[in-house]
């Protein structure tokens, strides 16, 4: 699977402006999500499930996004800041033989995009236009449009208007170019960045106090009435989403309390599905209602023992592979049930019971391997484990492991090593900033984080002193305060 990082043309307002002009309505937010369905199915997380980075960097832009819809639909709104997003879109087959438009599997591509708009229309065709997305169907979303000037607006989309720098100061409308620059210089430098958006940060933060109380209080009081080992959440949500979804928790323990206590010991998740993943915590799907929670709490006992055996048919796989340890690790793997990874551990042992490949006992004690179903051929990861197809030859697997063996224990060393050093300059950075919270999104490697701690520890940052503060690949302020900085910030005059 490939990426490819594709530049996108910047779109000024003039090549949107038509579009304005035509309609005699303005969209409402519903016609909106309507007319974004083909830019959500391209974008949408669920389908980037093999690629937790790419997951990620989606989910967090279409938070961003969503607030920029929502305030653009706020009466009396005057203007916005440019917000910069960047999306992974699915690749689409060109041409396909039944007239419809396809997503292939040949890849994703990155898209960078600015919006800088004041309505919902010139968004909505901004960012269908930036993803190279058809806009076809935007014209049935108002009757009041006819096909002949929609084509006649195409046309001429590729002729944007630059008006002179008068007509802005006669007016009074902000000029784009002016603001799009000052994204260049502000968006990607911390300080400025944090000059720009540090009281808004702390505003949100102070707000969400009493409802980060109650989040803690619900949390503490049900793990202890279910005797749970932890409860957790997969997406970033926000603060009262969590509460709702603990206090709908609660009233099903009301309600059925000793068919929830079969999920003692156990961590809870609440994430897209419901079931038991394959780590073995209990998923709670956020849209499922309390019947279905109710079922998968009944069940547990039945999972409980898929576990035992999913258990010892990992320890047969090591048995036969010398004593390497087959591992589930969560922030680097697609999202199974424990199902699915049994399945795939079947799979997997009954090929390897078949070639029977000779591996000295325990010659591989120590070492890791992850099994993947969207490879053909291991590979060695720099953080020491293998990854290892389910699919792939016996002998060349043979050949692959012996030959890379030593290289994994070092991998594994360093990554030991760098893990504390890691740990050290967190604890560091959030002494000295007086941080409040201070963490890591799942992508951002260890490495990446150790180069972003050294850089911070040499900078002055009042703005972080009591703050909520969160390592990603993008600046944004998050609904409840917490400030993300992306891992290679830069500081001083940003390159355009």
Not at 302 to 323: C, V
Not at 427 to 443: D, G, I, N, R, V
Request: glycine content about 4%.
């Amino acid at each position: 699977m490939f990426c490819h990082l594709r530049p996108v043309r910047r779109l000024c307002p003039g090549k949107i402006l038509p579009y304005c002009f035509l309609l005699s309505r303005a969209l409402s937010g519903a016609e909106a999500v309507n007319a974004l369905r083909p830019f959500y199915f391209a974008v949408h997380p669920d389908f980037f499930g093999q690629h937790p980075r790419e997951r990620e960097v989606n989910e967090n832009s279409l938070k961003r996004l969503s607030a920029y819809l929502e305030n653009l639909q706020k009466p009396g709104f005057k203007s916005l800041k440019p917000t910069q997003l960047v999306f992974y879109v699915r690749e689409t087959d060109q041409n396909p033989s039944d007239g419809q438009e396809h997503f292939s599997t040949s890849g994703f591509r990155a898209v960078k995009f600015t919006l800088h708009t004041r309505d919902l229309l010139s968004t909505v065709l901004y960012i269908l236009n930036s993803c190279s997305l058809s806009i076809e169907h935007v014209q049935s979303l108002n009757t009041n449009v006819h096909s002949q000037p929609l084509k006649e607006a195409k046309r001429t989309s590729d002729r944007p208007i630059k008006w002179d720098k008068s007509y802005y100061s006669f007016t009074g409308f902000k000029d784009p170019d002016e603001d799009l620059e000052q994204v260049w210089r502000t968006e990607t430098t911390l300080t400025s960045w944090l000059d720009n958006n540090g009281e808004s940060a702390v505003k949100k933060l102070k707000n969400s106090l009493p409802l980060r109380q109650e989040l803690d209080r619900l949390k503490d009081e049900l793990s202890h009435q279910l005797q749970l080992s932890d409860i957790r959440w997969q997406r970033s949500w926000g603060i009262a989403h969590r509460c709702s979804q603990l206090h709908s928790l609660g009233r099903l323990a009301q309600q059925n309390l000793e068919t929830l206590k079969n999920a003692k010991g156990c961590t809870i998740i609440f994430t897209d599905r419901s079931g038991m993943s394959a780590v073995g915590h209990v998923m709670l799907g956020t849209m499922d209602v309390h019947h279905h929670w109710t079922k998968l709490f009944e069940r547990l006992p039945s999972y409980f023992d898929l576990q035992r055996r999913l258990t010892h048919l990992e320890d047969q796989i090591s048995y036969l592979l010398g004593g390497i340890q087959v591992v589930y690790i969560e922030e680097l793997q697609p999202v199974l049930t424990l199902e699915e990874y049994y399945s795939l551990l079947d799979v997997f042992y009954n090929r390897l019971l078949k070639s029977r490949i000779p591996f000295h006992p325990r010659s591989l004690r120590g070492l890791q391997m992850i099994l993947n179903s969207d490879r053909y051929a291991p590979s060695l990861h720099e953080l020491g484990h293998f990854n290892i197809p389910v699919l792939c030859d016996p002998a060349n697997l043979q050949w692959f492991i012996l030959t890379k063996a030593q290289q994994a224990r070092e991998n594994m060393k360093k990554r030991e090593e760098l893990k504390v050093i890691e740990n050290e300059l967190m604890q560091a950075s959030t002494k000295k900033f007086c941080l409040e919270k201070f963490y890591k999104e799942p992508s951002v490697s260890s490495i990446q984080m150790v180069d972003c701690c050294k850089r911070l520890l040499e900078q002055s940052l009042p703005y972080l002193q009591g703050m909520h503060l969160c390592i990603s690949h993008f600046y944004s302020v998050m609904q409840d305060g917490d400030l993300c900085i992306p891992w290679n910030w830069k500081n001083g005059e940003a390159i355009k």
